[in-house]
């Protein structure tokens, strides 16, 4: 089945918290709830001007306030697009559906809903993208006067993460930049554009089309999403699934600790490495690529010598690739996005580990080859980095300096082996110093509001993003939710086995929640197959028995499979 929200390049877990964060908090929460109510309730209702397009759905905008406590103030441009139910006469009415990121499009991904939602769910509901203020075809968020302007900073910030101390220093600066340039150039939409306006937009949306109701799926950061509106609308949705699930209290955060120290994603990373390379020893030569000696060591052995040597081969025009430890690391975790994580992240060990003692590189060139089409270019304007920033910024705390953040990734690396780093870096330009807009109707909780209807939180034990932690920790928060594991790997839950779709589809359908703790165990697990007869002789035989899980590009930007 095709993953869709898979591709998406920023998703975030939540950290432990304790049941102790219901006491004395519903008083406040019920006033919080009714006083959201009435900011949204002040908006009159939109007439959605709907129009064919792509086509198999309609599109739509609608101008939203930019501040709802000036409900006739200014206004930004909001994009929306439905899919319609195939069953009309069976419609239940509309399923509202995120991506994540922050910084997907929620209007792309409801057009893509067809590749990735079950029949049971794409027969029964409109399914419906609104993309987030500043994101995709909504009103942008553009931080820089011209391209030009901008590349001059992203060209700090062009390696998947800094190793060296040179890199440290360029991306220092680079954050430094883009915070200033947001928190000046990007007003005023980088004021107004933190997730609580989403989900007030959704809301507005919610009564445009026509449902007493919200139904929403959201995934990954798209489970933040669900919970502010759980919490600031608690008696307003009919049923509400967060897949890939972070804690929204840390993701609230504080200003003593950088984002991954709060919410542990490069935690769930190496938890997630590091049973493949156990799992791939136990299950011996004849079922993993990479089980010849220890995997563990042989994958930290390969690993550290990137870190002095890159891989360097001909890109057969000509000139020449360079694999560096970054590029590596940043790959293996692309990998672990996939349901298909063991036999990627072995089989790219293999590619590399042959590759360093002579071997071929053909494998890896292929990896090129295949990001080839994906490469960015400098025109038009792109503001996804832009994008994702703003909702990172103005959602939560962060330490004042950016200067500090090499210190505290240091730590989240020795914490979490080869991920504190590719995590620990996603909010450097947060910065309180220099990134100094702020949303004041921002959001920041309690998060343990009773909702009407329960709501259901969904986490895999093997998540490299949203770490399954920040499932168990939401569900603690939540009074009324029900909280379904699975033992799938790869980033979220839906789609991976028929077991955790079922269970998610039929509460959306009928609104009945599982019971809570319930765990699906039917998802595909690494190595339980012989690997083709090929695959036993050689390493360099066995890289091509799969197509790549994740490619490489030579400009050092790794493009998620």
């Known amino acids: ?87 009309q006469a069976k419609r239940i009415g509309s399923l509202f559906v995120n991506p994540g990121g922050p910084g997907g499009s929620a209007t792309q991904f409801a057009l893509a809903s067809p590749d990735f939602l079950s029949d049971a769910l794409t027969e029964r509901f409109d399914v419906v993208g609104v993309d987030p203020r500043g994101i995709g075809a909504s009103e942008q968020v553009k931080c820089f006067p011209s391209v030009r302007a901008q590349a001059e900073v992203l060209n700090l910030l062009n390696v998947p993460f800094p190793v060296t101390a040179a890199e440290e220093r360029d991306y220092v600066a680079g954050s430094k930049k883009l915070g200033q340039a947001c928190s000046t150039t990007g ?60 804690d929204p209290t840390a993701w609230v955060g504080n200003t003593r600790q ?28 004849s079922k993993c690529v990479f089980a010849e000696g220890d995997p563990v060591k042989h994958f930290d052995q390969i690993a550290e010598r990137l870190k002095t040597d890159p891989l360097d081969f001909p890109d057969g025009a000509g000139g020449t ?29 293999a590619e590399i580990a042959t590759a360093q003692e002579g071997g071929t590189t053909a494998p890896l060139l292929a990896r090129v080859n295949a990001a080839k089409a994906s490469r960015a270019y400098d025109f038009p304007y792109e503001n996804g980095f832009e994008a994702g920033a703003t909702v990172i910024c103005t959602d939560g705390r962060h330490p004042a300096d950016a200067s500090s953040w090499p210190a505290l990734v240091d730590r989240r690396e020795r914490e979490a082996k080869y991920f504190g ?80 779709t079922t269970t998610i589809d039929n509460y959306l359908l009928t609104g009945q929640a599982p019971q809570d703790g319930k765990t699906c165990t039917d998802a595909a697990q690494p190595f339980t197959e012989p690997l083709p007869a090929a695959s036993a002789t050689t390493k360099a035989a066995t890289a091509k028995q799969r197509p790549p899980v994740a490619t490489i590009r030579p400009d050092s930007i790794l493009i998620a499979d």
């Open 1 to 87: 089945m095709p993953r869709t929200h898979r591709l998406l390049t920023i998703a975030l877990a939540g950290a432990l918290v304790t049941g102790s964060a219901f006491a004395g908090a519903a008083p406040a929460a019920a006033g919080r709830a009714q006083s959201e109510a009435r900011l949204v309730d002040a908006v009159p209702t939109p007439k959605l001007d709907w129009y064919k397009c792509y086509g198999i759905a309609e599109c739509a905008t609608v101008r939203l306030p930019l501040d709802y406590r000036q409900p006739k103030g200014k206004t930004t441009e909001i994009a929306v697009l439905r899919v319609k139910a195939k069953n």
């Open 187 to 246: 007003r005023p939409l980088t004021a107004h554009a933190s997730t609580a306006e989403v989900a007030r937009d959704m809301d507005v949306v919610r009564r445009a089309v026509g449902d007493k109701k919200l139904s929403y799926l959201g995934f990954s950061y798209g489970s933040a999403l669900g919970q502010y509106y759980a919490n600031m609308f608690p008696d307003r949705f009919r049923a509400l699934v967060v897949d890939g699930v972070l």
């Open 258 to 285: 950088i984002l991954d120290q709060r919410l542990r994603s490069s935690d769930g990373a190496y938890k997630a490495l590091h049973e493949i390379l156990v799992r791939c020893d136990k299950a011996g030569e």
């Open 321 to 349: 690739i360079q694999v560096t430890y970054a590029i590596f690391i940043s790959a293996v975790l692309s990998t672990l996005y996939s349901t298909e994580a063991g036999a990627g992240v072995t089989q790219l060990a």
């Open 421 to 500: 780093r590719s995590w620990g870096w996603i909010d450097s330009q947060c910065a309180n110093k220099t990134w100094t807009v702020q949303d004041k109707n921002a959001y920041t909780g309690p998060f343990t509001k009773r909702t009407a209807n329960k709501f259901l939180i969904v986490g895999n034990f093997w998540d490299p993003a949203t770490n399954y932690r920040g499932a168990v920790s939401s569900r603690a928060l939540a009074p009324n939710a029900s909280l379904l594991s699975s033992n799938n790997w790869g980033h979220t839950a839906y789609g991976s086995g028929v077991c955790a």
